[in-house]
């Protein structure tokens, strides 16, 4: 798997929990479903080639989510 569930870092700066990438049902698109560590706690994903993206800064490329902390998945597969 390309991305490592975690803690991460919007770059905006909220903070993020990355529980797996799922595969939409329709699509086959792969997804990434996190959790807002902010607010009201929700769940969101987001295709996996988005989360993984870089953005501009101040005129730097920077990534979308950067990962802070690696974590054991709570999902795996058997």
Do not use: C
Request: net charge negative; charged share 20%; hydrophobic share 40%.
């Amino acid at each position: 798997m390309p991305l490592q569930p975690g803690l991460y870092q919007h770059y905006k700066g909220p903070q993020y929990r990355v529980f797996n990438v799922a595969r939409h049902s329709e699509t086959e698109e792969e997804v990434v479903f996190y959790q807002a560590l902010y607010g009201d706690f929700g769940f969101w994903v987001r295709p996996l080639s988005m989360f993984l993206e870089t953005v501009e800064v101040d005129g730097e490329q920077v990534p979308r989510f950067a990962l802070i902390e690696a974590e054991p998945s709570l999902f795996s597969r058997p």
